[in-house]
């Protein structure tokens, strides 16, 4: 129980005033959105699993626990886990992330689960890009940020995050990467969220950055871990769990984020976050 306290506290002291942080009332769960200043040294982390989300543009991150090395670009909507009771070596740049903290001796939702030691270590060995991850974290902020992080739709996310992690396939590993700069990455972001009720082609996002389809391409996906049009159905995802909790139809979300398909909504609504939007809305 202190070890939890004292991790809780580094977590916390982190975050920073400027920073979010939700937590479940036995404390064995936490949320965390914050920005984080350039950082080198060692950190010894608790009972707590750490799993974090990149925000915005990509940025350097070195990490090294236990011998496990994560070296390269952290971009948009990648995940980083630091698994707990280790000593980690830490260089990163600037950063914002959104994370969630578990202590996996008392959280509840871990019960069953079949997440182990070596998957966490084999995932602390590459910079993930998985929609699922990605996507239930960000809905899990959400919850957490809204409705408090102990409801049964949170525990399931969570449930569902460490469940993730024990199927992720090893890492790609290390790699060189040339991203969008951050100005032409913002206006094309700026681009996709005035269209999201709309088409938008990757040919006009291209124009926006300024490149060539198949070259903005490779660089969106050097930026943030997706393909363009990946990222746009993201967004609309995104966009859809707000609209679906205000009380509109399925239907009417679906016209709302830009599909004329309620059923073809539905499809991209589940392979993004695991359930389909009616089972979404329920769980509210």
């Not at 994370?99 to 910079?127: E, H, N, P, S, Y």
């Not at 999201?196 to 996906?221: C, I, K, N």
């Not at 609209?243 to 016209?255: K, P, Q, Y």
Request: proline residues 5%.
């Amino acid at each position: 129980m202190e070890d939890q306290r004292a991790d809780r506290a580094l977590i916390e002291r982190h975050a920073g005033q400027a920073g979010s942080v939700r937590a479940n009332p036995a404390g064995s769960v936490m949320m965390v959105r914050a920005g984080y200043d350039a950082f080198a040294g060692e950190v010894r982390t608790g009972p707590y699993l750490r799993i974090g989300m990149a925000l915005g543009p990509a940025t350097r991150l070195f990490q090294d626990a236990d011998g496990v090395r994560l070296d390269g670009q952290w971009r948009f909507g990648e995940v980083v886990v630091t698994p707990p009771h280790r000593r980690v070596e830490t260089r990163s740049a600037a950063l914002r992330m959104v994370g969630l903290a578990i202590d996996l001796d008392r959280a509840t939702q871990c019960q069953g689960c079949a997440v182990l030691d070596a998957d966490l270590m084999r995932a602390a060995g590459g910079f993930q890009r998985d929609q699922l991850l990605s996507s239930v974290l960000s809905a899990l902020w959400h919850e957490a940020d809204v409705h408090g992080a102990s409801s049964a739709f949170f525990d399931h996310g969570v449930a569902l995050v460490l469940q993730r992690l024990a199927d992720l396939p090893p890492p790609s590993g290390n790699r060189r990467v040339h991203p969008l700069g951050p100005e032409r990455f913002g206006r094309v972001v700026e681009l996709i969220e005035s269209r999201l009720d709309s088409d938008l082609s990757v040919p006009e996002m291209a124009a926006e950055a300024g490149q060539d389809p198949s070259g903005f391409t490779r660089s969106f996906r050097a930026t943030t871990g997706m393909t363009p049009y990946a990222f746009l159905t993201l967004r609309r995802m995104e966009r859809a769990k707000l609209l679906l909790t205000t009380g509109l139809s399925v239907t009417s979300v679906a016209g709302a984020v830009g599909y004329a398909n309620a059923g073809k909504f539905a499809s991209a609504f589940a392979r993004m976050c695991g359930v389909n939007p009616s089972a979404w809305q329920r769980g509210r």
